[in-house]
């Protein structure tokens, strides 16, 4: 097997397919649950593996020059904790075992290997601290294989800012190299300010956590010909709109764009193929964009009423971009103190450029002879790590809810798993406003015990942990914990713990951290309870009109919340309904809710 080259180039595709080169497809995504270099296709029993069909598959990516990005997944049956694939290992040292060998058998020509997919939603039916667990575990067991080699944060459906950031806040910040998001978009048109301004989002806060210089990868983007209004033409103009936006971000560290996918599949789809194999637009739009700007560099943009224009720099020479972000055209008089050469559109059509020039949604590559700097976009050194990695430290939060909470006036007992393949024990230290607890362990679980005064201050507090082995320090942990006078139930919607209280769904649908359209119900349990708070970060679409019910019963209900707004916060007492069951039902016009608090009174 010969060796590959890991290229430099922003543009990639998902799913591999022979005779694509020629759009100039320099990344292959791969892996988990589609293709060959999949856990349960290599290792159908524990022990017992099967190379063969994932050695041709890494042979034929290679001879198409381009780079593999395999997706390590998903969980074999054999080794699921659940009935299906989507279920976090019920061992992570068959995780860890399976990882090593991919990662040792392919160095050399692999470099980059992404952990799970979308993690955030169904193709991950764990916790967002089993995922934690799952990224440090492929992080120790990859770098082990090849210390070169570089771990891609399992990209996130959409630009996934609250489980993103939770994976941080458990220590998960140093356990990859690269970011990776999806940031998809619906309707026949592509907001590119909405677009921009959610990476910038996402790099705003991996600025905060001290990451800024990690990469973004988008190893996801896309729209179906299925969809209404997608036709053919309209998704190959979508798609050279996306590709050029995404290479005009470099304040945000965005430098790879991988097209979802490759070929439609039992009819029309995202592919760039159709289902026979022969071309879309979609495909020589891919092929009009990389044929262009392959190797270029982005400078600015430029302001103007009605287009979008973009320049980059490429061999030294000004190149210009331009589309109308509407159905819509616009003029776009070219300045007349450079020397334009050549104006390339759609369908490989070339001609002279004029002084001015009629640009509509399809975008137009305008070049010229003038050469301009070399841009300089500030870059952010990368900190030596002082931390062991190979021992690390999680707090699993209590089943049922998705963040760790601490009553006052009790003792509260907060579990810490050491995952420590060596024989020396740990030191624990932890911290919780003034509060302070230690503990010891080699590996496996451990208990941290804190008395919260009854005064100490309701909401949020930081979960401070610091480890130790051997004198060297281990990665710290800085969990936020809920404080409250009872037990805390909280979640973000569309998630595994969520879907634990849904007890009724009709229509409705998830997103990102969001449930919204249809009506969904919930039901809690305030048996042991003397009463309760509910806070909702709920609204509807463009302001709509929405409304939340309680109910004892499931049968009669009494209205508790109401408005015609976005989201925001939202809190009603709950204390009627103490000692018993609690539905909580949505209903509205595309209302939607992102997050759930109910905090009970003891």
């Given at each position: ?386 931390y062991r990695l190979e021992v690390w430290l999680s707090v699993p939060a209590p089943e049922g809810t998705s963040r760790l909470f601490a009553i006052r006036g009790r003792e509260n007992e907060i579990p810490v798993v050491v995952h420590n393949d060596s024989p020396n024990e740990v030191s624990i230290k932890a911290r919780i406003g003034g509060i302070t607890a230690e503990s010891t362990a080699k590996v496996g679980r451990t208990v941290l015990n804190f008395r919260l005064p ?145 905090t009970r009174k003891l």
């Amino acid at each position: 097997m010969s060796s590959g080259a890991f290229s430099d180039s922003l543009f990639g595709v998902v799913c591999p397919w022979a005779g694509t080169q020629d759009a100039g497809i320099k990344w292959i995504r791969c892996g988990a649950g589609c293709t060959a270099l999949d856990w349960g296709a290599i290792e159908k029993e524990r022990g017992v593996f099967d190379w063969q069909a994932a050695d041709a598959e890494v042979r034929g990516i290679i001879a198409e020059g381009a780079s593999p990005l395999p997706i390590l997944g998903y969980s074999p049956k054999w080794a699921s904790s659940g009935p299906d694939e989507n279920y976090p290992p019920a061992d992570l040292r068959d995780w860890s075992d399976f990882v090593y060998r991919m990662v040792y058998r392919y160095k050399g020509k692999i470099k980059y290997w992404e952990v799970w997919n979308e993690p955030d939603i169904g193709f991950w039916k764990g916790t967002i601290e089993q995922y934690s667990d799952l990224l440090k575990s492929a992080y120790v067991a990859a770098k082990r294989a090849d210390p070169d080699c570089k771990i891609v944060f399992g990209g996130t459906a959409g630009v996934n800012l609250p489980f993103t950031e939770r994976v941080y806040q458990n220590g998960g910040k140093y356990y990859f190299d690269v970011m990776a998001v999806h940031p998809y978009q619906w309707g026949d048109t592509f907001n590119d300010e909405w677009f921009v301004s959610q990476l910038n989002d996402l790099h705003c806060l991996m600025e905060k956590w001290d990451i800024g210089y990690k990469e973004i990868w988008l190893t996801e983007l896309g729209w179906s010909t299925g969809d209404k209004g997608i036709t053919e033409e309209v998704q190959a103009r979508l798609l050279a709109q996306a590709l050029i936006t995404s290479q005009s971000i470099p304040e945000a560290n965005v430098t790879k764009v991988f097209w979802f996918c490759v070929k439609d599949w039992d009819g029309p789809g995202y592919g760039l193929l159709k289902p026979d194999g022969s071309r879309k637009p979609a495909f020589e739009a891919y092929k009009f964009v990389t044929r262009t700007l392959e190797g270029a560099e982005y400078v600015a943009r430029l302001p103007h009423p009605a287009l979008r224009c973009h320049v980059f720099r490429r061999d030294g020479r000004l190149l210009l971009a331009a589309w109308s972000p509407g159905k819509e055209t616009a003029s776009l008089t070219l300045p007349d103190d450079i020397k334009w050469t050549l104006i390339r559109r759609f369908g490989g059509k070339e001609v002279k450029p004029s002084e001015e020039i009629e640009v509509g949604p399809e975008p137009v590559i305008i070049m010229s002879d003038s050469i301009i700097p070399k841009p300089v976009w500030p870059k952010r050194p990368k900190p030596s790590t002082p931390y062991r990695l190979e021992v690390w430290l999680s707090v699993p939060a209590p089943e049922g809810t998705s963040r760790l909470f601490a009553i006052r006036g009790r003792e509260n007992e907060i579990p810490v798993v050491v995952h420590n393949d060596s024989p020396n024990e740990v030191s624990i230290k932890a911290r919780i406003g003034g509060i302070t607890a230690e503990s010891t362990a080699k590996v496996g679980r451990t208990v941290l015990n804190f008395r919260l005064p009854k005064d100490f201050e309701n909401g949020l507090a930081t979960l401070r942990i610091t480890g130790s082995c051997e004198g060297k320090s281990l990665a710290p942990l800085s969990i936020p914990i809920r404080v409250a006078d009872g037990p805390v139930t909280e979640f973000l919607a569309n998630s595994t713990i969520e879907n634990g209280y849904l007890v009724e769904n009709q229509g409705s649908g998830g997103s990102p951290s969001v449930r919204f359209n249809g009506t969904w119900t919930y039901k809690f349990d305030l048996s042991n309870a003397e009463g309760g708070r509910l806070a909702l970060c709920v609204g509807a679409h463009q302001a709509n009109e929405w409304r939340v019910l309680l109910s004892s019963d499931q049968k009669t209900w009494a209205p508790a919340l109401s408005g015609k707004s976005n989201r925001s916060w939202h809190e009603v007492d709950v204390t009627p309904y103490a000692g018993g069951p609690l539905f909580v039902k949505f209903e509205g016009n595309d209302q939607q809710l992102s997050e759930l608090i109910l905090t009970r009174k003891l």
